[in-house]
């Protein structure tokens, strides 16, 4: 008399067919993650894009006042001040150059942080509904797996 081996398969089958998986939360949260993905890429291609702009304007105005300043001069004291003209014309440039780069920075930020609190309630409601069906499930599937 051999003894019969329990199928465990069988068993297991029949335990998650008990308790079904819906996979839609999973689905709908990969969703939700690759939109943020994709606005946040945006900012930042965006924040670069501005920053190259700035960069690349700041560089031909220094460029431009280079070019004034290389110039033949016919005074020795001539060259003092196109160096001292240059000097301050960078500063200027300079501190508004900053002030541009400032501006794309807090933009970043405040995208970011918008991006980041819708995605946050998203995730929240998107959470709250997949666990309420899911207990909703588990408990339809208890109640039958009691009654068999």
Do not use: C, R
Not at 52 to 67: D, G, P, R, Y
């Amino acid at each position: 008399m051999a003894t019969k081996t329990p199928d465990m398969t069988a068993m297991m089958k029949d335990i998650m067919g008990a308790f079904p998986v819906d996979t839609t939360a999973m689905e709908t949260q990969f969703k939700t993650s690759a939109t943020l993905n994709e606005k946040l890429s945006g900012v930042a291609l965006t924040a670069v894009e501005k920053s190259t702009e700035i960069s690349s304007a700041w560089t031909k105005e220094t460029v431009a006042k280079l070019s004034d300043m290389a110039k033949a001069k016919s005074e020795p004291a001539d060259y003092a001040k196109a160096m001292t003209d240059f000097a301050t014309a960078y500063s200027e440039s300079a501190a508004e150059h900053m002030a541009a780069f400032a501006e794309v920075a807090k933009k970043v930020q405040m995208d970011t942080v918008e991006l980041m609190m819708a995605a946050g309630k998203d995730m929240s409601d998107e959470a709250t509904a997949a666990m309420t069906k899911a207990g909703d499930e588990v408990k339809a599937a208890t109640k039958k797996a009691t009654a068999k």
